[in-house]
């Protein structure tokens, strides 16, 4: 009992130190691991900004999580209650403390930053999560456990089916198998992870499957983050110097700051470069490139590599990237 508090106490304290530690690896990246750069990164590049761009990148990351360990915990509770006891177990205690609203809460936040590919795996989440809630609750209740654990999943993967025929096939012959995986199994395999497991073998296979998720989560969350631009790439037109004939130069990188003698980019080599506010002709934002995707497998139009909010939201029509983006200075220069 005791060990249980004590690891529940370090938890606490180091989950809010993760973030931290992310933030500061893709400072260290940024700076191509040079002490002096990332000191003058840190020195100028807003807490907020790295913070929003962490929010952004990792958003997807806290609903797996609790979907993840309020189905583990849940399979424990009704496989082996005796061997359910929050005050022993981080995975038991995890369950106990949190609250439905919390997981439709999840549910929802996934179903709107979850790629389409991955919403099957949403829906067997889901599917699990209510029929081993119901068994639990309503262990007297045969018709609505039937209902719940059997009717419905039987009826929901029948549905998804019908929708994603199309998209598996179309995946099939692409010979993408991972599309075809994530699309084609989770709906059958709703079906079958509705009941309790064998008493001896569910404590070791729910322990270690959360203590693999909490793992590997934060591995692919820092993989993730490190990808994720936190500075605006700026193109900044620099007029040559006095007596000087070269004709007028853009910088390309990531804009650090201005200040009242200089402007501070970080180029794409890595090195910072101090322009003379006297000398900058013009500055451009250029957009972020738009991904290329993986797969062109589409669910009735809807590509698997898009999200809700990316399918519902508006988007930047593609465009020419302006002059200075390129390297080469604006007509006119």
Same mark, same amino acid.
Request: glycine content about 6%.
């Given at each position: 009992?005791?060990?249980?508090?004590?690891?529940?106490?370090?938890?606490?304290?180091?989950?809010?130190?993760?973030?931290?530690?992310?933030?500061?690896?893709?400072?260290?990246?940024? /700076?191509?691991?040079?002490?002096?750069?990332?000191?003058?990164?840190?020195?100028?590049?807003?807490?907020?900004?790295?913070?929003?761009?962490?929010?952004?990148?990792?958003?997807?990351?806290?609903?797996?999580?609790?979907?993840?360990?309020?189905?583990?915990?849940?399979?424990?509770?009704? /496989?082996?209650?005796?061997?359910?006891?929050?005050?022993?177990?981080?995975?038991? /205690?995890?369950?106990?403390?949190?609250?439905?609203?919390?997981?439709?809460?999840?549910?929802?936040?996934?179903?709107?930053?979850?790629?389409?590919?991955?919403?099957?795996?949403?829906?067997?989440?889901?599917?699990?999560?209510?029929?081993?809630?119901?068994?639990?609750?309503?262990?007297?209740?045969?018709?609505?456990?039937?209902?719940?654990?059997?009717?419905?999943?039987?009826?929901?993967?029948?549905?998804?089916?019908?929708?994603?025929?199309?998209?598996?096939?179309?995946?099939?012959?692409?010979?993408?198998?991972?599309?075809?995986?994530?699309?084609?199994?989770?709906?059958?395999?709703?079906?079958?992870?509705?009941?309790?497991?064998?008493?001896?073998?569910?404590?070791?296979?729910?322990?270690?499957?959360?203590?693999?998720?909490?793992?590997?989560?934060?591995?692919?969350?820092?993989?993730?983050?490190?990808?994720?631009?936190?500075?605006?790439?700026?193109?900044?037109?620099?007029?040559?110097?006095?007596?000087?004939?070269?004709?007028?130069?853009?910088?390309?990188?990531?804009?650090?700051?201005?200040?009242?003698?200089?402007?501070?980019?970080?180029?794409?080599? *890595?090195?910072?470069?101090?322009?003379?506010?006297?000398?900058?002709?013009?500055?451009?934002?250029?957009?972020?490139?738009?991904?290329?995707?993986? /797969?062109?497998?589409?669910?009735?139009?809807?590509?698997?590599?898009?999200?809700?909010?990316?399918?519902?939201?508006?988007?930047?029509?593609?465009?020419?990237?302006?002059?200075?983006?390129?390297?080469?200075?604006?007509? *006119?220069?």
């Amino acid at each position: 009992m005791v060990g249980a508090r004590q690891a529940q106490q370090w938890l606490l304290t180091l989950l809010p130190a993760f973030p931290v530690l992310l933030l500061v690896l893709r400072l260290w990246q940024l /700076s191509r691991q040079d002490m002096s750069t990332m000191l003058l990164l840190v020195q100028y590049v807003s807490p907020l900004g790295l913070l929003s761009a962490l929010l952004i990148a990792l958003v997807w990351a806290a609903p797996l999580a609790v979907l993840v360990v309020g189905v583990l915990g849940r399979l424990l509770r009704l /496989s082996a209650p005796d061997r359910f006891d929050p005050e022993r177990s981080l995975l038991a /205690s995890g369950t106990a403390r949190t609250p439905g609203w919390v997981l439709t809460a999840a549910v929802a936040l996934a179903a709107l930053t979850w790629q389409l590919r991955f919403l099957p795996t949403l829906l067997m989440l889901a599917l699990w999560l209510l029929a081993l809630r119901t068994r639990y609750l309503r262990p007297d209740q045969p018709t609505r456990i039937l209902l719940v654990g059997s009717a419905l999943p039987v009826a929901a993967a029948v549905l998804a089916y019908a929708v994603l025929a199309p998209a598996i096939w179309a995946a099939v012959r692409s010979g993408e198998w991972s599309t075809v995986a994530l699309l084609a199994v989770p709906p059958a395999a709703a079906t079958v992870l509705t009941g309790p497991l064998p008493r001896w073998i569910a404590p070791a296979l729910t322990h270690t499957l959360a203590y693999a998720v909490a793992a590997v989560l934060p591995l692919v969350m820092g993989a993730v983050f490190l990808r994720v631009p936190v500075l605006p790439t700026t193109a900044v037109e620099v007029a040559p110097t006095a007596g000087d004939r070269t004709p007028t130069g853009v910088v390309l990188g990531q804009l650090i700051t201005v200040t009242d003698t200089s402007t501070i980019v970080l180029d794409a080599g *890595g090195v910072v470069r101090f322009l003379p506010n006297g000398l900058v002709r013009t500055q451009t934002l250029c957009p972020e490139a738009a991904r290329v995707p993986f /797969s062109r497998v589409t669910v009735h139009g809807w590509p698997v590599e898009e999200t809700t909010l990316d399918w519902m939201m508006p988007r930047r029509p593609v465009t020419a990237p302006d002059q200075p983006c390129t390297g080469r200075p604006a007509t *006119g220069s």
